[in-house]
């Protein structure tokens, strides 16, 4: 996943393919090759960067020094999911209103160790400027607004989306997956912008409906 995610950066070709070529190699496969927002949880950011301090303790940090770019490229993602929603809304985010269509870290759990969460750094200056960004987040809502207060929490998907000018997919629930047709959302939302963090949505049945759609690693 880090390497996919890295082509990602900085290729404009379509990044599935590269996922389907790799994982013809049956050492590999393909089930977990896919580029998006990045690993999260409770557990293999936080195993990544233990087992990198130890082997720094240790003096061998050289021998491991390859984690800590991977770690690095993981938090890029979510810079990057930011930075096309930004960009869609010709830079100009002042007073807009953002809905981060996210949960737990997976589809069906209340765990939040680690999300995906697009407001992951609510102190930078560019961040801070998202003032209406409202989440929605089925079973994780109470968890999150303990965690996370100072953002705005809705129980309703389409509540989340009301007047939305761009809308962020950063956990693939079903209800966002099949559940959410974009004529739908299109009649909810002040602006067609959507950002699929996780490459769960049908791009070519977004643009069609009129949407500015953006994958992570897709042209």
Known sequence: MPFINAM???VGAEVTELADAIGLDARIGRRF???GIGFVGGCMPKDIRAFAARAEALG???SVSFLREVDAINLRRRDRAVHLAVDALAGNVV???VAVLCAAFKPHSDDIRDP???GRAPDRPRRRRHRHRHRHRPRALENARRQHPQLTYVEDRDDALRGAEAVIVVTEWDEYRRGL???HAASLVAGKVIVDGC?????????EAGWTYHGMGRP
């Open 60 to 62: 061998r940090g050289e």
């Open 116 to 118: 995906p969460r697009c």
């Open 8 to 10: 990602a950066e900085v």
């Open 33 to 35: 090759l896919g580029a």
């Open 181 to 183: 047709p974009p004529e």
């Open 95 to 97: 007073d807009k209103r």
């Open 199 to 207: 490459n769960c949505l049908n791009a070519v049945e977004w643009r």
